[in-house]
């Protein structure tokens, strides 16, 4: 970009823009899993200030990211040349209607903030795991928090979303307004437009009962076998994630953790859907309390400054025996991969595969690996790291969830999508961003029209 195209730009920004030569710079160049080096940052301040970036970056064919908390794995909310919009200070968390528990907050706002804003009033919503994580992104794909069995994924919750398209268009979208667009970004990333507001229909939430329980590793497979019995018994209150931590030298060594949350603050009715995983096996450190939903939140660890996040994911349809001993044999121990696996059902199911542009409904778990590369290492290799740490439960699972993916490949992005929901989501890109604009995502390219 010219410095005469960049003075135009920054004459034109009620916020900031911030360039390689301001001071501010490197402090918000980069993203959890990659360095970036843009042009220039827009940190928005209006919605105004978002359609004159988007504006900027087609006039000027500049790749165009843009950044909400900026926890994406694939680390496009950062690029190198180009413009990226800081969604930041669209951070407000604002009651609406508080009979029907409405409320509205801004994509750049980070979860922790939110619930820590919403516990005040009684009300929650189920939304990831970490206090950094930003709502835009997180919402876009899906969302899964510490309530997902009792209240669904994120985006079940949501109501409307203010969005700036392509053109620079500014639109309200809900089931009744552009409901083509409400579907599409319900799962569909951010492929459509720059979302700076979301409604939320939020939960009565007083205190949950949760925490850590920590298991020797010796024994996965069998404890794996009874965590995964025990969930299929636990009402809906409860969710839980079964990790198999394979270490980090002598600082942290190889260990089973179980994670777990009773949506309720009824404390007899969790501590009895509780009990049975505090049965599992030897219990080597357990942390369960009760606390608010907020609390349950941790903050987010990143990796190690010679290495990025290389990870896939995908569903299992059930932990059958053959699922939890490939997991027991493959993961979780010293010099193997970790692995999370995170159970589903409840109400996730009780949403139509169709409803959503996440269409994933109905499998029993979900299994996350978060390998690790070299910071300096290729593509070619980060894609070999990640397929080798994934290539054992490749034969078994199902898809992927696109809040957890690392790469953005179209063969990675194609698993995300059963053909006909990824044909839909082609479609309306194809109405709101035919030229592919926002490209710097886990990307699906705009269908091709009649005449093309």
């Known amino acids: 970009m010219q410095p005469q195209s960049i003075t135009e730009l920054t004459n034109h920004i009620a916020g900031d823009v911030v360039l390689p030569d301001s001071s501010s710079y490197d402090a918000v160049r980069n993203v959890f899993n990659r360095a970036g080096s843009p042009a220039a940052i827009v940190r928005a301040q209006t919605t105004d200030d978002v359609s004159t970036a988007i504006r900027f970056a087609r006039e000027h064919q500049v790749a165009l990211s843009v950044r909400s908390g900026g926890h994406g794995l694939s680390g496009l909310a950062t690029n190198n040349g180009g413009l990226v919009i800081d969604l930041a200070r669209f951070n407000g968390v604002e009651i609406l209607d508080p009979a029907r528990h409405l409320v509205r907050v801004g994509a750049g706002a980070h979860w922790g903030d939110v619930a820590l804003a919403l516990a005040s009033h009684g009300l929650a919503i189920s939304s990831g795991d970490t206090r950094q994580v930003g709502v835009g992104g997180l919402t876009l794909g899906g969302g899964i928090g510490w309530m997902v069995r009792k209240y669904g994924l994120t985006i079940d919750s949501l109501e409307a979303a203010d969005l700036i398209t392509a053109d620079g268009r500014a639109l309200h979208v809900s089931a009744q307004e552009h409901p083509d667009l409400f579907w599409a970004i319900r799962g569909g990333g951010g492929n459509f437009g720059v979302v700076t507001s979301f409604d939320f229909h939020a939960q009565p939430s007083g205190e949950i009962v949760g925490g850590t329980v920590i298991y020797d590793p010796a024994d996965a497979e069998n404890l794996l076998s009874a965590w995964a019995g025990s969930m299929r018994e636990a009402p ?23 994670l777990l949350c009773y949506a309720g603050d009824d404390e007899a009715a969790a501590n009895a859907a509780i009990k049975p995983f505090l049965q599992l096996g030897a219990v080597q450190k357990q942390d369960l309390q009760r606390k608010p939903y907020h609390a ?157």
């Open 236 to 258: 809906e209150e409860l969710s839980s994630t079964f990790v198999l931590f394979s270490g980090f030298g002598p600082q942290a060594p190889a260990q089973i953790m179980v």
């Open 296 to 452: 349950m939140l941790e903050d987010a660890v990143s990796p190690p400054p010679t290495l990025r996040v290389v990870g896939h994911d995908g569903f299992l349809k059930t932990l059958s025996a053959e699922a939890i001993a490939t997991l027991a044999t493959n993961y979780g121990q010293a010099g193997k991969p970790i692995a999370q696996i995170r159970a589903l059902g409840g109400a996730v199911d009780r949403v139509s595969q169709e409803a959503t542009a996440f269409a994933h409904r109905g499998n029993e778990a979900l299994v996350i690996v978060p390998a690790f590369a070299p910071k300096d290492a290729s593509d070619e290799q980060a894609q070999q790291i990640r397929q080798a740490a994934w290539q054992p439960l490749a034969p078994l699972a199902n898809g992927a969830f696109l809040n957890f993916l690392s790469d953005a490949s179209e063969a990675s992005i194609a698993a995300v999508y059963p053909s006909a929901t990824y044909a839909r989501l082609a479609h309306i890109k194809a109405t709101y961003d035919p030229d592919n604009i926002f490209n710097q995502n886990q990307n699906i390219k705009p269908a091709p029209t009649a005449q093309e």
